[in-house]
C-alpha cells in the first residue's frame, strides 16, 4: 500500500508519523527496547500530547534479529501466529559504547546510535546490509480511521529482490507492489495460492514479516531504493535473516519457521489423474491404467479428482456409488498393480452434504458475526466452512478422513483454502483478517498430521494447493490452475522457483495445463520439464492427460522421461533429504546455487535440480532452447555434447531431448531399475562421472529409500590420469566416464576400491 505522493506529500487523508530519535532505551543481556518519539524533543514540552513508538529488538536465533514496533500495545487484536520452532532465548547479545547500542546475534548485528537521528542499522562482516532509515519506522492512519504500521529497508545499487511466495509476475520482485492475501487466480495474475511474507535479496540477507494477515509490500516502487512493508495494525515484526549465501539465507528461515517432512520415496514417480471435469468411471480408472501399462509407461500414484464424490455434496466423503459401486475392491485392485491412491478433497462442506446438517448443529462450520452459518454458492451451493480453530471440527473432519485411509488412499491433494471471508466470527476468537491467510496452515495441518499418524514418520504426503509462512512443513505444493500453452508452462516455472527462495523445498505442477487442452508439442515439452520437476502429475481441467490423447510420440517421450526419472531417483532423493535437513530446495532458482555470478540474478527459465543437473525446458514450437551455461565445462546427460561456460547458448532439440547439463565435476547416481522410482538403489548404481578435473575430489552418497539415512557412500578423486573410488557398497556398481556413450568401468560386488585411468571427456 502506497501513503507517500512522490517524495514530499502524503496522499489525501493519509497522515505519517515516523521514528525521528531514540529518545531512551532499556536493555538487557540479551535485547534492547528503543522509545522513539515521532518528533523531534528539544524540550520538556515536546514530550507532551504526541506518539512515542515502542521497538523491541532481540535475536531469536543465530544470524537473525528480530524488531517489533509498537503504537498502541493495548490495542493488538487476539489471532493466530505463526509458530516459530527455531526461536530460542537469549540468542542475541547487547553492548552499549556511550551513546552506540549494538544488538549481535552471531555475525549479524543491529547497530544504533541514540544521539543522532533515528536509524537501524543491520551490519555483517563489516559492511552495512541494510537500514531502517528516517522513514524506515513509522505508523499511519487515514481518514477511514484505519491504523498502519510500515517498515522500510534500504535497497543497495543493484540489490534484487526474490521470495514472497508462488508469484508468477516477473521473478525478480523489484518494482512491484505486493499483497500478502491468499487468492485463488490462477497462475497469469498477480494474485497468488502461496503468499508468504519472507523475500531475500542478492546482497547477503533475507526478511521475514511476522504477520499472518495482510502484509502490504511496495518493492522500489513508492520508494525507489526501499523496500516497504506494512500491516494494518497497531504493531509490526519483522526479521532480519543473515546469509552471507542465499542457501544459509533459507537455512536460517526455515531453522526459524520450520524445515520440511521428507516425502516418501515413491512419490518421485509419474503421477496420472482422472482429471476434474471429465467423465470417468473404474472403467475408466482401469483404461488409463493398463493402457500406461500397455505402452511401458510405469505408474506410481493415481490421483481422483473431485467426482469420486457424488455432485452437489463435495465434501461429504462418500464415492458416488453410480460411478464407483466398489470402491473399496477398486482400490484394492489398484494397489495390487503397484499404485499409491491420491483422493482430492477440500475444507467446504456444501449444503446438500449430510455433513452440513452436523457440523451446522455441533457448531463445527464458520459463523457470521449474527450467529448463522457463513455460506455462499461459489464453488458449491450453500457451501460452507469447516473451522479449524475448534478442535472437536477439526477432530470430526479428520475422523471423515480416517474412513478413507482405512479402504486404502494413500494421501490426499488438499485443494483451495484461499477465499476465506472475513466478515466471520472463529471458535477462537481469532482476528478474521488474520485468519484469512492462516486458515489453509491449520487445514493443510491437521490432515498431514493425520497421515503421519496412520501411515507413520515419512509416508505422510499432501498435493496442497494454498499455503502461507511455515508451510513448507507439509509437502508436497503444486502450482495450481495454469492454462495449457508455453506462456502457462513459464509462468508455472516462474511462480515455482518463487515459492522456493520462499522457504518451500519440493513443488509440482499440472504437466500439460490444467485450463484447456495442450497441443501435442506443449504436451511433450512440458512432460519433459514435469518429469524433471521434484514431483511429477498429469492433470487436466475438461481434457484427459493420457500421453496416447496427444500422439503415438507424445507416448515415447512421456516413457522415456518416466524412466530416466526412475534412475535419477537415488539423486532427487539425496536433494529431497538436503530440502528436509536444509531447507534448501530440489528446484533452484540459477541465483540460488551461483550466487556470485551476475549473469543469473534475473533468469527464470532455467533451474538446477538438485546441486549437480541445469534443467532448461524448452518453450517453443520448433525447439529453439537459450539457456545460460555457468562457469566451466558442463556435459548434457542425454546426447554427451560439452558446452564451456560462462556463455549463452542457443539449440535446437527434438522431443527426446533438451538442455539437461551435468556440472563440472559432478558424480551422478542412476539407479539401475527404471521401472520403479523405490528400488534397491546401491546395487548395479551407475556412477556418471562428468569432466573431473585433475585433483577433482567428490563424495556422493546413496540415500535410504525410507528416510533421512546413507545406504551407501562413494568417495571420487582424480589424480592426473588416474580416478580412484572407494565405497562401503558391497553391491555390484560401475563408473561412466561422460555422456551416455561415455567409457564404462564394471565393478562386481564386494568391490571396495578402484582405480581406473580417466582423461578429461
Known sequence: MKFTDGYWLMRPGRTARYATEVADIRADEHRMTLYAPVKHVRRRGDTLNSPLLTVECWSPAEGV????????????RPGSEFALPGAEQGAGKVRQDGTVAELSAGDLTLRVDTSGPWRLEFTADGRILTTAGERGTAFVTDDE????????????????????????????????????????GGTSSEQAYKNIPFHLTNKGYGVFVNHPGKVSYEVGTEAVGQVQF?????????FIVYGPTPKRILERYTALTGRPALPPAWALGLWLTTSFTTDYDEATVNRFVGGMADRGIPLSVFHLDCFWMREYQWCDFEWDADTFPDPVGMLTRLKERGLRISAWINPYIAQKSAMFEEGMREGYLVRRPDGSVWQWDLW????????????????????????LLDQGVDCFKTDFGERIPTDVVWHDGSDPERMHNYYTHLYNRAVF?????????????????????????????????????????????????????????????????????????????????????????????????????????????????TLLKHRLAPYLQRAAQQAHATGIPVMRAMVLEFPDDPAVGTLDRQYMLGDDLLVAPVFTDDGTAEYYVPEGPWTNVL??????????VREQHDFHTLPLLARPDSVIPLGADDQHPVSDWPDGVELRVHAFADGAERTLVIPCTDGPGEAARFHLHRRGDRLQVTTDSRHPWRLRLGGPDGTVHSHPAGTLEADVPYADC
Open 380 to 403: 458449491q451451493p450453500g457451501m460452507a466452512l469447516v473451522d479449524f480453530t475448534n478442535p472437536a471440527a477439526q477432530e470430526w473432519y479428520i475422523a471423515k478422513l480416517r474412513s
Open 230 to 238: 506494512s500491516v494494518e495494525y497497531q504493531s509490526l515484526e519483522y
Open 639 to 648: 546426447t554427451g555434447a560439452r558446452i564451456d561456460g560462462p556463455r549463452w
Open 145 to 184: 480511521d484505519r491504523h498502519f504500521v510500515l517498515g522500510q529497508l534500504s535497497l543497495d545499487v543493484g540489490e534484487l529482490v526474490y521470495g514472497l511466495g508462488e508469484r508468477f509476475t516477473p521473478f525478480v520482485r523489484n518494482g512491484q507492489t505486493v499483497d500478502i492475501w491468499q487468492a485463488d
Open 449 to 561: 498430521e493425520l497421515l503421519r499418524e496412520v501411515r507413520g514418520e515419512g509416508e505422510a504426503l499432501l498435493f496442497a494447493r494454498s499455503a502461507t509462512a511455515g508451510g513448507q512443513q507439509y509437502p508436497v505444493h503444486w502450482g495450481g490452475d495454469c492454462e495449457s500453452h508455453f506462456n502457462a508452462m513459464a509462468e508455472s516455472l516462474r511462480g515455482g522457483l518463487s515459492l522456493g527462495l520462499s522457504g518451500f523445498g519440493f513443488w509440482s505442477h499440472d504437466i500439460g495445463g490444467f485450463e484447456g487442452t495442450p497441443t501435442p508439442t506443449v504436451f511433450k515439452r512440458w512432460v519433459q520439464f514435469g518429469l524433471l520437476s521434484s514431483h511429477s502429475r498429469l492433470h487436466g481441467s475438461k481434457s484427459y492427460r493420457v500421453p496416447w490423447d496427444y500422439g503415438e510420440e507424445a507416448v515415447e517421450v512421456t516413457r522415456a522421461f
Open 65 to 76: 534479529i528480530g524488531v517489533r514496533t509498537t503504537h498502541h500495545a493495548g490495542s493488538v
